[in-house]
């Protein structure tokens, strides 16, 4: 009896579903765009047909929300500041994908029925790694703010070959910050010899500055004499870690990993009472505005960032102000920064290349391969940055020391 | 030595995760049911203490007060709206709805409190003592003894009372319990008000341990604590106690000697075995089945 | 024509219908999807569905094997996908250069998966299946997180030498042109993406055939005796063990078909996505769908995959709304007046159907 009355409610279901599918199906794009983001219908009062519609997809939800959140409101901002200006007309549709590489083959089929001419890629890597074959298929130009590892412009990322050709990174590379902090720490003695590196070896960005830092280490003659993992399952304990790294000697302890993990190292370093150098790279980024985390804690600490939101140009400064604005007072990170920077990128490229709004994503793509692989772009995360034609861009890290609750720039 | 200090704060963490395998247990024992909502009502506590202590500069007692009042409420108000509909349903369909419940609270915190994480504020003092050369953070004790404190009320209150006799009659047999006067419904809704009201003070100490909170940050503990109540024998409350201690031993041994990257692998094996040799936990009862 | 009936629905007239319907649908559901596909009717989204559609269908079909039809509650159907996956993903990976055709490469692959899953499932089954109820659930979970903990732990890949594998990433060393096919927590990058929608139709089809084969046999029949009794059934000398070994092996087998499909649909497989959450997932379709009801799986689960993606436009409150629709489902289905007006409604016709 109960089957019966379950099956005829999910039968019922499936017909609205189906119902809803084949709507989809057969209106295309027209259907779909009622569900666009909010930063969308303020352009939608300039020339709608002359808009340029830029894609995008990311964590919204789930336990990564954090970074596809901030990549979002910096992309929207991004967009609104561009549309203000008149002239070149951007609009923004930015999807869920939970972290998930599934959902974001789902995302990427939505925002392509939408009919998406540029995209931002994904926000994290291993939806990147999913996306870019579709990307590179379907031939539309990607640029992802922060999906670092090779494996989202490399079909065989080992090897680094197999390059996709129209998906390009505006973030780091992950090998290139971990060689940058290795030859820091060997340079400068002074402020520790013996390495401890603390790492989420599930997480592609994280391993990758791990990875290419031991082996630059092992060339220039770094010592690393601790090395201590966690994963997403045990990401709240370090106690274990932390006193391994102590019993090792290690007097500076190195963490390629995200501001979270990092103040909980910090907390924990300091109720054990241990007390080494730390360093940090770009994810670090964020630490002092935590809401709630004791800074104090996190003074003295080294880090390697591209942005730093306490920096004085106009520029940063108003960026900040606006994203402070327009998300209740929170500070970007630089995941903020970089969805900023790419759709300013996207911009330059466009009208240097003098792309218009009717133009196909074949076009479209064809245009901004050529520009990004020329062009040089100044922005939040960087000056005067470049791509090569595999996609990853060069920029040069800067360093900076926490003193005081603030970023000091490290003169050398 | 650092084998002492590693047992200590194996035993810290197994102190959490006790508590929390409490709130699990004791429902389980009464209402036959798995919450996996459970994980989700601690962060929502740690959220309140955190609101409490930070942004309104309330006393940590209050804080925790306030935790547990706000648990308790949203753990009577769910048992009310989801889980009492569902009485006579079978236990698949309430499960079911559990982890709907915990979706619910885990995209509602995101939306109302941001998916961003915020710090815990310190609230007992950063200093550690030291036995010989191992040191051993105040908040290490602190939350030992919370969880001998809870352990022996809990007992007494079971033990004791009226209400604490009215439960373990409907653990054992709820029929029976109603025609002798006891009146179900609220003995179940009194369990939930007590487990989630454990769960408050779990989430004060769990975040105070890892000052990180964050929509998702009770799944995970939730999970083990779920391992630990079964590990002592699911529906005992010694069961959930030893349950909890043993685990966060095993947890912190098995990372110091093994391997960081396996300690839950280990952890579930070790469930595994014990399970192995005694089917229905450490201290659990057996049940014999009748025809 | 007799024994293709039989094949298709076995049993008696009574059983007969409820069981053709279900192929009907699926058959049904390809045509039309088909059409829609060769007509150019259909969404890039809904394309993109399709794989994994087919392949939750599947390991939701093999967990009502186990949880409907067996009775033994499994929190770990994720971990036989897992294993599915990723050693489909490695047979594929091997076989690149040797069978260059996808369709072949992809049964093949399937296959392995298959059976390597079942293998698990026999493994895990001899301590699982020793004890009951809520306990026997735990185990299933804790099982689920061991495999996952040793995929996070596992480095395959092979280079001119051929294969090489380790548990230790630091021992773990490819020459220069080498393929890593399973490193560790980031899992299999760079898959050659083969998997297709038919095959996806075909093994739920085989799928069904497998479980209405097996629950009208004699093994069968056993098996929910064992369910309904146990004690009554072990009295009348009905192997416990070895019916719920059958069902559990089964049920991983279809679930590591169907994880080999999903983990050659994507260019990248991490182990975490197999974690207790997707465990989860398939549990609350088969709930949804009813236990022992394999035609209410399908469309549960179909349901359950498309209602996030048609709440997109709700931004980020379409989780909630989710999880909202999910408390409704189960209190409205439980609901007994609800049931009685139903009951009331469909009386007529309540003992012919499924």
């Keep these: ?412 | ?291 | 024509m007799k024994t293709a009936s039989k094949l298709f629905s076995p049993g008696g007239d009574k059983m007969k219908r409820g069981r053709l319907i279900s192929f009907a649908l699926v058959i049904a559901a390809y045509i039309i999807i088909e059409i829609l596909l060769k007509t150019g009717n259909l969404s890039s989204l809904f394309k993109s569905l399709l794989v994994p559609v087919t392949c939750y269908v599947v390991a939701s079909l093999g967990l009502n094997l186990n949880v409907g039809i067996s009775g033994e509650l499994n929190l770990g159907q994720a971990g036989f996908m897992s294993v599915g996956a990723f050693c489909g993903i490695c047979v594929s990976g091997m076989l690149a250069n040797t069978i260059t055709v996808p369709v072949v490469r992809l049964m093949i692959a399937m296959f392995c998966g298959a059976c390597l899953a079942a293998v698990f499932g026999f493994l895990i089954g001899i301590p699982v299946l020793k004890l009951q109820g809520d306990y026997l659930a735990i185990v299933t979970l804790a099982f689920g997180q061991i495999i996952k903990s040793i995929f996070m732990n596992t480095y395959i890949g092979f280079d001119a030498d051929g294969l090489h594998y380790s548990f230790v990433e630091s021992k773990f060393k490819l020459q220069p042109g080498g393929k890593m096919l399973l490193n560790g927590p980031m899992g299999a990058t760079g898959t050659q993406k083969i998997a297709n929608f038919t095959v996806g139709i075909v093994l739920i089809l085989i799928a069904l055939i497998i479980i209405y084969n097996l629950m009208i046999s004699r093994s069968g029949r056993a098996i929910m005796a064992a369910r309904d009794n146990r004690i009554a059934a072990e009295s009348i000398g009905v192997p416990i063990s070895k019916t719920k070994m059958l069902a559990f092996v089964v049920s991983a087998f279809l679930a590591g078909a169907a994880g080999a499909l999903y983990g050659l649909n994507y260019a990248t497989l991490v182990p975490n996505k197999f974690d207790f959450n997707t465990s989860i997932l398939i549990l609350v379709f088969v709930v949804l769908g009813g236990l022992g009801n394999m035609t209410g799986t399908i469309i549960s689960t179909i349901v359950l995959l498309i209602l996030p993606e048609l709440l997109r436009s709700l931004q980020d409150y379409r989780m909630l709304i989710y999880a909202v629709v999910l408390i409704l489902i189960m209190l409205v289905t439980n609901n007994e007046w609800l049931k009685s007006r139903v009951k009331g409604f469909t009386s007529g016709k309540a003992k012919g159907g499924a």
Excluded at chain 1, 115 to 142: C, H, N, R, W
Excluded at chain 1, 337 to 342: F, H, N, P, S, W
Excluded at chain 1, 370 to 382: A, I, K, R
Excluded at chain 2, 237 to 257: D, N, R
């Design chain 1, 1 to 412: 009896m109960k089957k019966i009355f379950k099956t005829s409610i999910a039968v019922a279901m499936t017909i609205c579903m189906a119902a809803a599918m084949t709507a989809c199906g057969g209106s295309g794009s027209a259907s779909s765009s009622s569900g666009s983001a909010p930063a969308a219908q303020t352009s939608e009062a300039s020339s709608a047909a002359g808009t340029i519609k830029i894609g995008g997809s990311g964590p919204l939800t789930g336990g990564a929300a954090v970074y596809g959140q901030a990549v979002k409101n910096a992309a929207e901002i991004a967009v609104e500041e561009v549309n203000a200006k008149g002239g070149m007309q951007f609009e923004l549709k930015f999807e869920d994908d939970a972290h998930d590489p599934e959902k974001a083959v789902t995302a990427y089929g939505v925002l392509k029925d939408w009919g998406m001419q540029v995209s931002l890629a994904t926000v994290t890597s291993s939806p990147g790694a999913a996306v870019a074959p579709s990307y590179a298929e379907d031939k539309i130009f990607a640029i992802t703010p922060s999906g670092s590892s090779p494996s989202v412009v490399f079909a065989d990322p080992d090897n680094k070959t197999g390059a996709y050709g129209n998906v390009f990174q505006m973030c780091f590379t992950d090998p290139n910050q971990g060689s940058a902090s290795a030859q820091y720490i060997k340079d400068h003695a002074a402020i520790g010899t013996q390495v401890a590196i603390i790492y989420k070896n599930d997480d592609n960005y994280s391993k990758g500055i791990r990875d290419t830092f031991v082996a630059t280490a092992a060339e220039i003659g770094l010592e690393v004499v601790s090395e201590g993992t966690f994963d997403d399952s045990n990401a709240q304990d370090f106690t274990v870690q932390l006193g391994q790294a102590k019993d090792a000697g290690a007097d500076i302890v190195f963490l390629p990993i995200y501001y979270d993990p990092a103040s909980l190292i910090l907390t924990q370093a300091n109720q054990m009472g241990y007390a080494p150098s730390f360093f940090g790279v770009d994810g670090m980024d964020g630490i002092l505005t935590l809401e709630g985390f004791d800074t104090s804690l996190a003074e003295g600490v080294f880090l390697l960032t591209p942005f730093s939101a306490d920096a004085t140009d106009d520029l940063t400064a108003n960026f900040v102000k606006a994203y402070k604005e327009k998300c209740g007072g929170e500070t970007p990170n630089q995941f903020a920064a970089d969805a900023y920077d790419c759709v300013y990128a996207i911009l330059q490229a466009c009208e240097a290349a003098g792309v218009t709004a009717d133009m196909s994503s074949d076009e479209i793509c064809a245009k901004m391969v050529e520009q990004f692989t020329t062009m040089t772009f100044s922005g939040l995360t960087g000056a005067e940055m470049t791509w090569s034609a595999d996609g990853e861009v060069t920029k040069s890290p800067k360093a900076v020391v926490i003193q005081n609750g603030a970023y000091v720039s490290v003169l050398d």
């Design chain 2, 1 to 291: 030595m650092q084998f002492l200090s590693y047992l200590i704060n194996g035993l810290g963490l197994g102190s959490v995760y006790a508590i929390i395998a409490l709130g699990y247990t004791m429902v389980y024992g009464i209402a036959k049911m798995l919450n996996f909502a459970h994980g989700d009502v601690i962060m929502i506590g740690a959220y309140i203490a955190f609101f409490a202590l930070a942004r309104f500069g309330f006393p940590f007692p209050v804080a925790v007060l306030l935790a547990m009042l706000v648990c308790t409420t949203l753990g009577v108000v769910i048992e009310r709206l989801a889980y009492k509909p569902l009485r006579q349903a079978t236990s698949l369909s309430v499960l079911i709805t559990a982890i709907g419940v915990s979706y619910f609270l885990q995209n509602g915190a995101q939306i109302l409190w941001s998916s961003s994480s915020k710090v815990f504020p310190s609230v007992i003092s950063a200093g550690s003592i030291h036995l010989g050369s191992a040191s051993v953070s105040y908040l290490t004790i602190l939350t030992i003894l919370t969880c001998i404190v809870v352990m022996i009320c809990l007992t007494l209150f079971i033990n004791k009372t009226k209400t604490g006799s009215a439960m373990r009659a409907c653990s054992e047999d709820k029929g029976a319990s109603m025609l002798m006067g006891i009146n179900v419904n609220r003995i179940i809704s009194i369990t939930f008000a007590i487990g989630s009201g454990l769960a408050a003070i779990a989430s004060v100490l769990l975040a105070s341990t890892y000052p990180s909170v964050y929509p998702t940050m009770g799944s995970m503990p939730g999970i083990k604590a779920f391992t630990a109540a079964v590990f002592g024998g699911i529906g005992s409350i010694p069961g959930a106690f030893v349950g909890g201690l043993i685990l966060g031993i095993i947890e912190i041994f098995a990372k110091a000697y093994i391997s960081t990257q396996l300690s839950d692998a280990i952890v579930f094996a070790v469930l595994i075995i014990i399970l192995l040799i005694k089917p229905t936990g450490l201290l659990g009862k057996k049940i014999n089945v009748k025809v």
